[in-house]
């Protein structure tokens, strides 16, 4: 008998988490994994009692679900994602609906949206975030894609998504197409850049002589206040954490970072679209640079850096850095919303970006206190251009900009690589300026190839050549972007 009101395919962590909160809240979950002696183990343990229905097959598993039939995926991005698809296709009628949980890239979302609706299904792909904690006990979930498929799963969404205020759940519509797993992109990349300046505030505060304790209680003290989010709680938690033999963990683990690809993918689609996206491209670089191991162990023998000790007001630099961490994070959200207005308007997905905050507020991983002050600049002008224009940001900005600064200077006094830092306070000082030296870039662009120049004493949108050597001639190239 058809009973189930979803299935779910793929039993790793998040998918059986994700089954248990679905079970929690009453909903009648399906499941089937391609190992399917998973299926049994997860009966047998986790699932043990509750009403979650085992399957053993893709035509036992479809044959269990209420019509329309709602299929979640929760396997590994990419091929795998079509395999299932097209493993599934004969079992499916028209209006069923299949749902992609995994970190698919948009453009993959795109196409299977456009692919199934010619077969009369629909599709969502959805991001889900807050790691296997917040798949048990409530996630930010961002659904995009067809659109007529979200009254039937918008039930199941909203019950086990996170809720804050007034049990406002983290989930709600974004956008057509690929729109749910593109805000997920974006979600992630600003992900690598929290974690990024916290481990460059890390480093600052080991290169002033602080301890682990010492720095897990300035973590502990930072999350009461304007930096109180997820990542800053989990932080001073790994400080202090002793393993086996009582001594930090932390200083046991090899500084080699890894990435799974959406931090990338975010980076070059704001090269695609030309949106400033330095924070985040700096973050990932971290990480590449991160991974040359060995040859930075070698250049460490052959390169010197400036053989300088921290000395001065330590409190003060605790509050420096406090201000560095604040005002660089700020410019990381103003970038990545840069970047999802430029999105929405691209591909016509009609983001709503007050919304987008509201999602991020609770059980995902970039969960932070100031996500709300991002719903209200929204709320108060829909037609923000930038964060950094809003009034609330604004101020916060200038106000931590002393502190930031002297931060950033103290890193290069010290030979201690902060790029999120430093690039985030450059793009601040180009986003302030009036005045760029584009004029002598675009003169250059002209000596060389023609290329042409508007004139600050002449009308926007006339373009000048000019014959720099008196050899050049006077043919110019036809293409010009700004």
């Given at each position: 008998m058809s009973q189930a009101d979803i299935g779910l395919i793929g039993l790793a962590v998040m998918?059986?988490?994700?089954?248990?909160?679905?079970?929690?809240?009453?909903?009648?979950?399906?499941?089937?994994?391609?190992t399917t002696s998973k299926v049994d183990e997860f009966l047998a343990d986790a699932a043990k009692g509750s009403n979650v229905i085992g399957t053993h097959s893709l035509k036992e598993l479809c044959a269990s679900l209420k019509t329309p039939r709602r299929i979640m995926m929760m396997v590994k991005a990419g091929e795998a994602v079509d395999q299932q698809i097209e493993a599934?296709?004969?079992?499916?009628?028209?209006?069923?609906?299949?749902?992609?949980?995994?970190?698919?890239?948009?453009?993959?979302?795109?196409?299977?949206?456009?692919?199934?609706?010619?077969?009369?299904?629909?599709?969502?792909?959805?991001?889900?975030s807050g790691g296997e904690e917040g798949a048990r006990h409530g996630p930010s979930i961002m659904p995009g894609g067809s659109k007529d498929a979200w009254p039937a799963v918008k039930p199941i969404f909203q019950s086990i998504s996170a809720k804050v205020g007034d049990k406002v759940p983290c989930c709600d519509w974004v956008g057509n197409g690929g729109a749910g797993h593109y805000v997920?992109?974006?979600?992630?990349?600003?992900?690598?850049?929290?974690?990024?300046?916290?481990?460059?505030?890390?480093?600052?505060?080991?290169?002033?002589?602080?301890?682990?304790?010492?720095?897990?209680a300035i973590f502990t003290k930072w999350n009461t206040g304007r930096l109180d989010s997820f990542l800053i709680e989990i932080t001073a938690n790994i400080l202090k954490f002793k393993d086996t033999d009582g001594t930090f963990l932390l200083d046991k683990i090899m500084d080699r970072a890894g990435q799974k690809g959406t931090g990338k993918w975010t980076g070059i689609n704001a090269l695609d679209l030309g949106i400033p996206l330095t924070l985040i491209a700096e973050s990932v670089f971290a990480r590449c640079v991160s991974s040359m191991k060995d040859q930075r162990v070698a250049a460490s023998k052959v390169l010197a850096g400036p053989e300088v000790k921290f000395t001065g007001d330590k409190a003060?630099?605790?509050?420096?850095?406090?201000?560095?961490?604040?005002?660089?994070?700020?410019?990381s959200y103003?970038?990545?919303?840069?970047?999802?207005?430029?999105?929405?308007?691209?591909?016509?997905?009609?983001?709503?970006?007050?919304d987008i905050a509201l999602m991020w507020r609770g059980g995902c991983i970039i969960r932070s206190a100031f996500l709300g002050n991002i719903k209200e600049a929204f709320t108060t002008n829909p037609n923000l251009e930038n964060l950094l224009l809003d009034g609330f940001f604004a101020k916060a900005v200038t106000e931590a900009q002393p502190g930031w600064r002297r931060a950033v200077c103290k890193a290069i006094e010290l030979g201690i690589p902060a790029p999120c830092f430093s690039t985030a306070l450059t793009f601040f000082d180009g986003y302030r300026s009036a005045v760029v030296p584009a004029n002598l870039l675009q003169a250059q662009r002209d000596y060389f190839g023609a290329h042409t120049y508007e004139r600050v004493d002449k009308p926007r949108g006339q373009f000048f050549h000019t014959n720099w050597t008196g050899t050049g001639g006077n043919v110019s190239s036809s293409t010009y972007n700004a």
């Open positions: 998918g059986q988490n994700l089954v248990m909160n679905m079970n929690d809240h009453g909903f009648t979950v399906a499941v089937f994994n391609r599934l296709l004969p079992f499916l009628e028209k209006g069923d609906i299949i749902i992609d949980g995994g970190n698919s890239l948009y453009t993959d979302s795109e196409r299977r949206v456009t692919e199934l609706a010619a077969k009369g299904l629909l599709y969502i792909g959805t991001g889900v997920k992109m974006v979600h992630n990349g600003i992900e690598y850049g929290d974690m990024q300046l916290i481990c460059e505030g890390y480093a600052l505060l080991k290169a002033a002589g602080f301890t682990n304790d010492e720095m897990s003060q630099f605790v509050k420096d850095i406090e201000d560095a961490l604040y005002a660089s994070k700020i410019i103003a970038q990545g919303y840069m970047l999802m207005a430029e999105a929405s308007k691209a591909y016509k997905w009609d983001l709503s970006f007050g």
